[in-house]
């Protein structure tokens, strides 16, 4: 069994700082791409950024310049910085990740997410 346990959510007001990490755990051989995506009340799951294995990224045009993904490969734990926060970043974060396990599945697994609030 895989899991990822996201932490670091929290209240801030505008234009401050938040970090998030996410850690993966389990029977896990390796892991390819990991993210970060969001879903705020009344609207659909988004991806916020992504970052492969050998950590090219790809940003929502929302956040690009603001926030910052990261990962450290040998804890299989990803990062998400953000920086000048803006209420319209409020909402649930959640970390993903696509993990090939050490019983030979390729599987896609979501953490319950972490909610993040930016007060204006």
């Known amino acids: 069994q895989v899991q990822l346990v996201e932490s670091g959510g929290g209240l801030v007001q505008a234009g401050g700082s938040l970090g998030l990490s996410c850690a993966a755990s389990g029977r896990i051989y390796s892991i390819s791409a990991m993210g970060w995506y969001r879903q705020a009340p009344g609207k659909q799951r988004e991806l916020v950024a992504r970052?492969?294995?050998?950590?090219?990224?790809n940003y929502a045009n929302s956040v690009k310049g603001r926030f910052a993904i990261s990962r450290d490969n040998a804890k299989n734990t990803v990062y998400l910085q953000m920086n000048s926060l803006k209420p319209e970043d409020t909402a649930v974060y959640y970390c993903?990740?696509?993990?090939?396990?050490?019983?030979?599945?390729?599987?896609?697994?979501w953490g319950r997410g972490t909610q993040v609030t930016v007060s204006s």
């Open positions: 970052i492969t294995s050998l950590g090219g990224t």
């Open positions: 993903n990740a696509d993990v090939f396990t050490s019983d030979y599945r390729d599987i896609i697994i």
